[in-house]
């Protein structure tokens, strides 16, 4: 599974590093090394939406820190037993 994580100036103000940085520990944490690739992109187009991931072809926006674990767990546990 790819994730790609906008850092891209408006994304990059919202607070995409502590995405990045939450994402890193709960791939860790779940001991999904092998099984997900985080990356991060220049932009995603949705500058307007809030900091705004890419888990495979699904585009997700309005992450920040308070809901990304909620995010984490809907889009990339729950894509990964789907």
Do not use: W, Y
């Not at 779940?30 to 888990?55: P, S, W, Y």
């Amino acid at each position: 599974m790819k994730v790609s994580i906008c850092v891209g100036s408006s994304c990059h103000l919202k607070g995409s590093k502590d995405i990045i940085a939450c994402f890193k520990k709960l791939v860790a944490k779940n001991r999904l090394e092998n099984e997900v690739e985080l990356k991060a992109a220049f932009c995603l187009g949705h500058c307007m939406d809030g900091v705004t991931i890419q888990v495979d072809d699904e585009i997700v926006t309005g992450v920040n820190p308070q809901n990304a674990e909620a995010v984490f767990q809907e889009h990339i546990l729950g894509g990964l037993k789907g």
